[in-house]
């Protein structure tokens, strides 16, 4: 299987402020013959189940802010909130769908909080 | 809008057999070409998937679960189903049904939308 691993655990961020947050996979999730990264990113606040961000790493689902962004290929990922709003304060996970046969794999989950 | 529903069995002895139910409504799961996944989440812990299922029955498992593990789809009912056998309080957890992403790569995609969960016990 692919494991998937998010850093940090949690993070403290001032409203206003930038939060970065890490995904890495234990391999390469990039497909060449359709140049695409097999990797999403999801936002889940308590009681609520988990709302997709992005997929493909950095395609933005329908309705997404764009103070969000994704970034990366291969194995490194960045989910980006440029400017931190009350709202954001979520536990962040993602999520590969590269591996063939399917074996979905998540990152542990990083959680965000305001400082 | 496509909504999904978990409803089941919330409490199961230890050994015995958890059954969970995924009613579907605004679209049909036998006009589409989406597949139709389940993910569970143990209290306070990370996401995992347990399996999928696409409109003519193909599925997918978990290789962790898959000797315990049915999934099934009713299109008549417009509903997909889970049985996991055997299980223990490590399948404590919140059950979620969702949709994959629609794509070539089938099964191999994200899930939007997700049902609100149901909560799975297993205690005597």
């Known amino acids: 299987d692919i494991v998937v691993t998010q850093s940090p655990d949690s993070l403290a961020v001032s409203l206003g402020e930038r939060a970065t947050i890490n995904c890495k996979s234990s391999?390469?999730?990039?497909?060449?013959?359709?140049?695409?990264?097999?990797l999403a990113w999801y936002q889940q606040k308590p009681r609520q189940p988990p709302k997709l961000l992005f997929y493909?790493?950095?395609t933005r689902e329908s309705g997404v802010p764009d103070r969000f962004s994704g970034s990366g290929s291969g194995t490194d990922f960045t989910l980006t909130i440029s400017s931190l709003q009350a709202e954001d304060v979520a536990v962040y996970y993602c999520?590969?769908?590269?591996?063939?046969?399917?074996?979905?794999?998540f990152g542990q989950g990083t959680r965000l909080e305001i400082k | 809008q496509l909504q999904l529903q978990e409803s089941g069995s919330g409490l199961v002895k230890p050994s015995e057999t958890l059954s969970l139910t995924c009613t579907v409504s605004?679209?049909?799961?036998?006009?589409?070409?989406?597949?139709w996944g389940w993910i569970r989440q143990p209290p306070g812990k990370e996401l995992e998937w347990i399996g999928s299922?696409?409109?003519?029955?193909?599925?997918y498992y978990n290789p962790s679960l898959k000797s315990r593990l049915t999934i099934s789809v009713d299109t008549s009912q417009n509903q997909f189903s889970l049985r996991l056998t055997s299980v223990t309080a490590a399948d404590t957890a919140v059950y979620y049904c969702?949709?994959?992403?629609?794509?070539?790569?089938?099964?191999?995609?994200?899930?939007?939308?997700w049902g609100q969960g149901t909560l799975a016990t297993v205690s005597s």
């Open positions: 999520q590969q769908y590269y591996s063939n046969p399917p074996a979905i794999t």
């Open positions: 391999q390469s999730v990039f497909n060449s013959p359709n140049n695409r990264n097999y």
């Open positions: 493909w790493a950095s």
């Open positions: 605004g679209a049909s799961i036998s006009s589409s070409s989406y597949y």
């Open positions: 299922i696409s409109p003519s029955g193909t599925t």
């Open positions: 969702a949709r994959h992403g629609l794509s070539g790569t089938y099964v191999r995609t994200w899930f939007d939308p």
